[in-house]
């Protein structure tokens, strides 16, 4: 079941973030992550439209829009190759006739796992806080 989050599901969110974060991306410190968990908190999560989705009773997974950027995509690793993902994604879609997100380069799974639901690659770029190359990607829905 995909339900926007509450307040009450914040440390979740935020745990399965930092889980997933530092698993997905093994090629940058996790020490990186864990110094983002309180702006995820106190600035991100809150900022944004969150949905989140529960499997057995519980939250596994999770997506954030702000505006029309995907800012979040994660499920926890022992529920992801379920089709949760994409149920998350799909939902993000018919909010948004255009949807932006950016994905590092070298987190392959995640970059195939958009490129196979619609999303393109616009542009190219360095983050500043990792110094690692991101693609920015678009979807827009066939009219």
């Known amino acids: 079941m995909i339900r926007k989050a509450n307040k009450q599901d ?19 410190s996790s020490s990186f992550w864990e110094s983002q968990v309180q702006n995820m908190k106190d600035i991100y999560i809150p900022n944004s439209l969150t949905y989140v ?16 950027t ?5 499920i926890k690793s022992q529920y992801q190759s379920k089709g949760l993902g994409k149920k998350l994604l799909d939902d993000a879609k018919s909010k948004n006739n255009t949807l932006f997100l950016t994905v590092y380069k070298k987190n392959n799974k995640a970059c195939n796992f958009y490129l196979s639901n619609g999303f393109n690659i616009i542009k190219e770029h360095i983050d500043s806080n990792t110094n690692q190359e991101e693609l920015e990607m678009k979807f827009e829905k066939i009219k």
Do not use: P, T
């Open 10 to 28: 914040i440390n979740k969110i935020v745990d399965i973030w930092l889980e997933v974060s530092i698993i997905a991306h093994d090629f940058i």
């Open 53 to 68: 989705i529960e499997y057995d009773s519980q939250i596994v997974g999770f997506y954030s829009l702000y505006k029309d």
């Open 70 to 74: 995907l800012a979040a995509l994660f």
